[in-house]
């Protein structure tokens, strides 16, 4: 009785895997197979039931494998075998049966890699995009350094300028880096440099580093922020990376309209400070607010998925304003431009 309750037991957790799984005996004969093996071969179960393993599937490395490992006195698991039946993509698992010291037979499972390949679609997604973005800013500089060798330095006012644009641009490429860098360590708390400053001041560097940006997309970039703010205690490099990403999205976004306007301003509430980046841009859906604080997020419909990115800057911003003890957030709807929040403690 207990055998055949053993037995019951058996067939019902092999009926139930998730994986498709089937055995064959020493002589080659399917001993069992189960529902997602039959529909992946396209078999009926029953019917293949002590049937030989060649009578109901195809010949091919998979079952030439599995008889390999029958005839065998001592055969060694055979792992990650790479099969392709329906033209799916499968990992399979051989396992030899003892029986008294003896092989009986080998039960094989399978394991679907389509999740696999979407992992690696979208790592393929993701390099292309950071060589994009590397690209664009790498090209600018040559571009302008080599206008300057062949002899534009020699006019002042044109070396200013070009000067002002590498800088620029290095400041680009510095972004980027910082972002990987801290998109490599998701889960790390970053190492804070705490001192007290003043808004003004973490916003001041944000807004010269955007003026010319701005101009040439025809934006305002405003500040309404005031000297008589409490103090904020902060890693003031890592939170004018948060500001520095705020202020280039609602640029970014903003250009993608034409004209428009980013406000940078500043309040305090409740032993509080709040920080707004409000921009008259896009704007973003509201089921994509919790989203494009995630790590790779970037959203794939509308205007916002032609200007590519890396869908790194919010998920490091909100690290690093969580690493402060603080909050980041969005309030937007299509259409209606975007205002970005960062409210941090204010100090005494
Ligand atoms: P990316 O480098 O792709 O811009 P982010 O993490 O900075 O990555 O932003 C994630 C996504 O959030 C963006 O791809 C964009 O779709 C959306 N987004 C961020 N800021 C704005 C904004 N100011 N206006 C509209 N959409 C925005």
């Known amino acids: 009785m207990a055998k055949r309750v053993g037995g019951q037991l058996v067939d019902a957790l092999i009926e139930g895997l998730s994986d498709p799984a089937l055995g064959v005996d020493k002589s080659s004969r399917i001993r069992f197979l189960n529902p997602k093996a039959a529909e992946l071969f396209g078999v009926d179960a029953r019917k293949a039931i002590d049937k030989k393993l060649w009578d109901v599937l195809p010949i091919d490395d998979f079952t030439r494998a599995l008889s390999t490992l029958v ?21 399979a698992q051989l396992l030899p049966v003892y029986s008294e010291g003896r092989n009986t037979g080998v039960v094989a499972t399978l394991k679907d890699m389509a999740g696999m390949q979407k992992i690696e679609k979208s790592i393929e997604q993701f390099v292309t995009d950071v060589t994009r973005q590397l690209k664009v800013p790498l090209t600018a500089i040559k571009g302008f350094v080599e206008t300057l060798l062949e002899g534009a330095y020699q006019n002042a006012e044109i070396t200013r300028r070009f000067l002002q644009v590498i800088n620029e641009e290095t400041n680009r490429l510095t972004r980027l880096v910082l972002s990987l860098e801290g998109a490599a360590q998701p889960d790390q708390t970053p190492r804070l440099n705490l001192r007290p400053l003043s808004v003004l ?27 008589e703010l409490p103090l904020i205690e902060v890693d003031q490099e890592q939170m004018r990376r948060v500001i520095d990403n705020l202020i280039d999205n609602a640029l970014k976004f903003t250009g ?48 916002a998925s032609e200007l590519g990115g890396t869908g790194l800057g919010l998920s490091v911003a909100r690290t690093v304003v969580e690493a402060h003890g603080g909050r980041i957030g969005v309030e937007s709807e299509p259409g209606q431009g975007a205002s970005f929040w960062v409210r941090l403690k204010a100090l005494g």
């Open 201 to 227: 001041t973490l916003v001041e560097g944000s807004l010269a580093l955007f003026q010319d940006t701005a101009e040439e997309k025809n934006i305002r970039l405003v500040s309404e922020v005031s000297g």
């Open 71 to 91: 005839n065998e006195s001592d055969p060694e698991p055979k792992e990650q075998m790479v099969i392709f039946p329906g033209d799916r993509l499968f990992v």
């Open 256 to 303: 993608l309209v034409g004209e428009g306007t980013v406000t940078v301003t500043a309040t305090a509430e409740n032993g509080q400070v709040l920080i707004n980046v409000t921009d008259t841009g896009i704007g973003i859906e509201p089921a994509e607010h919790p989203r494009i604080f995630d790590a790779f997020y970037r959203v794939e419909t509308g205007p």
